[in-house]
């Protein structure tokens, strides 16, 4: 809504996010060649899904129409759910050590406990007749099933050690309670806490690098990728939003929109308006001002990522990121190019171009509402919208919000809110829309369009004149009959 401030959209925002989970994280990082235009661009496309290791079982919700819409587009579901990458935020990482310190944690589903079962039940009937040293193989063992079973059989049997075979094999020997406990302070025992951890968190690990790396992030339209990047794999989202705006800054001091930034090179140069990044990046492409400036950078996808060259894979996260990064580069080009009256020169470098992107750092856009863009180092900038108008309902008992807006959608769209029971506000971001209105409702039999005047149409203001009017009259009438000459007999 129009109407919601930014904290307002991210308490919102804020709730959809909780409830969904990352499927797919699309990474694309790029080098400049040596003495060439050409920046090479690797593509990388993670299929991740939550850890599931012990207690921590992540329950999230699934939306039939974002189904749709991956199907549509060849989305591996197998990936996704049978070879996702694990991942874990401080919170759930925390609660997960803990268990690991203390001996405490329990499978966490009905086939994990089966498998669990099914391998004690091995073990024991194999190390009755075996000889010390001798060792037999657990198989087809999946994601933290290798450490589970270890773990569960290295408290159960004081003469078995175990170790980890590929992936998805454990080996396991029968030993001496002597060599059991040299085993257990080895450095190279793959069942220690921190090597455990650091298989949980997976993912995480590479979003730590990249938050200690304080390279520019780039994305389009990028709040929810922000919220789910803070909740997913550093901390739960807080309920403030200046918290959030505080932790996404110092970890990412510098954010670059290329939402926010192709918003002003439409105002500076004729491009058809596209918001779908895929169209935005082929507009750019075709640019005449790009297409015949030989100074415009190239940007290749690296040999290794040759199948989105080939594919044009849309909306898979690793060419999405290529697209990205594309639009970075061209649309900071043009935006060089118009900085300067002078030729640009031959060979323009990035810090170059983030010298003409500076007044755009840190700010992401903001879609339908009270700014345009959130700024993250710093206060927000309201920016300047059109008057609100007041819409009075008469002749039309029991109108709701939606009525009013279904009436004013044929001839422009408006936001809604109901500002008493005959009295609705109307709020739209263009002001040839608010003109339009009040010129065709002008003579309207039922309903009358105004400008809203706060001090005229306020419920508040209004119920403070009349109580005042009120007092004001007792008042009045009290020194009236407190001044009367009193009757005497």
Partial sequence: SLFDTPAERYLKVRQSVQRFTVAQLGKCCSGREDDLLRYEVHAYNFFLFPSTFGAADVEFTLSASSIQFLSHYGFDYNKFLRDGIPYMNKVQEEILSQHLLAGSWKASSAVDRDVLKKAIDEVTHWIAAAEEEETMILQDLCGYQVFEVQLVLRRALPNVWTGLLGDKKVMVKKVSPQNRRLLENSPYDCCQKEAILLSARGFT?????????????????????????????????????????????????????????????????????????????????????????????????????????????????????????????????????????????????????????????????????????????????HCQRPPLLVVHVRGWPDVNERQIYQEFKALCRFDVRRLSKNQFILLSNKFKHVRLVLQDYKHHPHLQVSVYRHWKHSPGVNCLLQVSGIVALWSLLAFVLGRAPCCSL
């Fill in 205 to 381: 690990n590479l979003f730590q690098t990249i938050v200690e790396a304080k390279k520019p992030l780039v994305g389009h339209n990028m709040l929810m990728d922000l919220m789910h990047l803070h909740d997913k794999f550093y901390k739960p989202l807080p309920e403030s939003y200046e918290e959030f705006k505080r932790n996404v800054h110092n970890l990412f001091p510098v954010l670059i929109d290329t939402k926010t930034v192709t918003k002003s090179i439409w105002k500076k140069h004729p491009f058809p308006r596209v918001s779908d990044l895929m169209e935005l990046y082929t507009v750019l492409c075709n640019s005449s001002l790009n297409s015949k400036d030989p100074t415009c950078p190239v940007i290749a996808l690296a040999s290794d990522c040759s199948r989105y060259a080939e594919k044009k894979s849309p909306h898979e996260a690793g060419y999405d990121a290529f697209l990205c990064g594309s639009v970075l580069l061209m649309s900071a080009h043009l935006l060089l190019c118009s900085s300067t009256d002078d030729a640009v020169e031959a060979d323009p470098s990035f810090s170059q171009y983030l010298t003409v992107l500076a007044e755009y750092l840190n700010k992401v856009n903001f879609i339908r509402g009270g700014v345009s863009a959130i700024n993250f180092s710093g206060e927000d900038v």
